[in-house]
């Protein structure tokens, strides 16, 4: 049965990262439940070639004309709807993906602040044991960065940062986006073919 996977896209640079998981996510056939912040709409708009339109509706058209799904598999929420699935352990789902995950992001969850549906997401999957994964994209980090972080590790969440490698000889920018995105789903147990395992050929 294909899983049901929370990706929320939040302010930090790297926003190449979230739209390519949402891509490779909803290819293999998993239902993705999208939060996007206000400032992940700016990022989105000033590094990348998409012009994400303005409004709910709006952008739930433009993601299910750009990034084809099937009926129902891609659902986009707005930052207050909390009477959405992921705003309730009982309705949470599979896993949940932060990427890119933003300082700010990383310290309202250390926290256990709920101000708006991407910080109550992870709180829901925090405390009912389901995977989160957080895809930092900073550099340097502070001290206050890296409490946070072992923090959240000790609290369940994987730290999974945008470092790609290059022992596989990237050739684009692609390649380099999915070296991590092949390693988040490698930690959702989904099946990708855009790295080989080590070893493998």
């Known amino acids: 049965m294909a899983k049901t996977i929370t990706l929320a896209i ?5 926003a190449q ?10 290819g293999s ?10 400032a992940a709409e700016v990022v989105i708009r000033r590094e990348t070639i998409y012009d994400l339109p303005e409004g709910l509706a709006e952008q739930q058209a433009w993601f299910a004309k750009t990034f084809p799904s099937g009926p129902g598999q891609l659902r986009l929420f707005d930052r207050e709807d909390w ?3 992921v705003a309730s352990g009982s309705g949470a789902p599979d896993a949940m993906v932060i990427c890119p995950a933003s300082g700010g992001t990383l310290s309202a969850l250390a926290c256990g602040a709920s101000n708006n549906l991407i910080e109550r997401a992870g ?14 994209r900073e550099a340097p980090y502070s ?28 050739k684009s920018i692609e390649d380099l986006v999915d070296f991590v995105v092949a390693r988040i789903m490698d930690q959702l147990g989904i099946s990708q073919s855009l790295l080989p395992p080590w070893g493998g050929q």
Not at 29 to 38: A, N, T
């Open 10 to 14: 939040t302010g930090a640079s790297g």
């Open 17 to 26: 990262y979230g739209l390519r998981l949402l891509q490779v996510l909803l």
């Open 29 to 38: 056939g998993c239902q993705v439940y999208l939060l996007i912040s206000k």
């Open 83 to 85: 009477f959405s699935p």
């Open 123 to 136: 709180d829901v999957a925090l405390k009912e044991r389901r995977k989160l994964i957080l895809v930092p």
């Open 143 to 170: 001290q206050v960065h890296l409490e946070n972080m072992l923090k959240l590790t000790q609290m369940g969440a994987v730290i999974l940062p945008a470092s790609p490698g290059f022992y596989q000889n990237p």
